[in-house]
Nanobody, 129 residues
Framework: QVQLQESGGGSVQSGGSLRLTCAAS????????MAWFRQAPGKEREQIAS????????YYADSVKGRFNISRDVAKNALYLQMSRLKPEDTAMYYC??????????????????????WGQGTQVTVSS
C-alpha cells in the first residue's frame, strides 16, 4: 500500500514562508491526483490545493490563491506546497492526500466531489502575528 509522510512544518511570523513536502512510498501507480488539506482546532478540514498529473489541472481554495503553490515531482513520488505571505489564519495541521475518486458533481474541481484514499499524518504550521 501507499504511505504518505509530510514534512516542512514549523512556526513562522506573519508574512513568512514555508515549504511543505509530502513523500510517498509504496505502490503509487494510481496516484495521478494529490492534494493538500488543512484543519485548525475546532474547524472543519479544508482542501486548499490539488493537482492532477495526467492533465495538469490545479485547484486552489480562495483562501490561499495567490499565496500558495502546489507542485509535484512524479518521478520522485513527491508533492510540495510552497506557502508565502503566511497569515495567522493559515495556522493548522496540514495533510497530504493521494489517489482521488470522484463521488459528486457539485462544480468544477469542487473539493467536496472527491475522496482521497491515502493520507499522511500531518505537519503543523503555526503563524504568529
Amino acid at each position: 500500500q501507499v504511505q504518505l509522510q509530510e514534512s516542512g512544518g514549523g512556526s513562522v511570523q506573519s508574512g513568512g514562508s514555508l515549504r511543505l513536502t509530502c513523500a510517498a512510498s509504496g505502490y503509487t501507480t494510481t496516484m495521478y491526483c494529490m492534494a493538500w488539506f488543512r484543519q485548525a482546532p475546532g474547524k472543519e478540514r479544508e482542501q486548499i490545493a490539488s493537482i492532477w498529473s495526467n492533465n495538469g489541472l490545479i485547484y486552489y481554495a480562495d483562501s490561499v490563491k495567490g499565496r500558495f503553490n502546489i507542485s509535484r515531482d512524479v518521478a520522485k513520488n513527491a508533492l510540495y506546497l510552497q506557502m508565502s505571505r503566511l497569515k495567522p489564519e493559515d495556522t493548522a495541521m496540514y495533510y497530504c492526500a493521494a489517489d482521488c475518486i470522484r463521488r459528486g458533481q457539485s462544480g468544477w474541481l469542487a473539493p467536496e466531489d472527491y475522496e482521497y484514499k491515502y493520507w499522511g499524518q500531518g505537519t503543523q504550521v503555526t503563524v504568529s502575528s
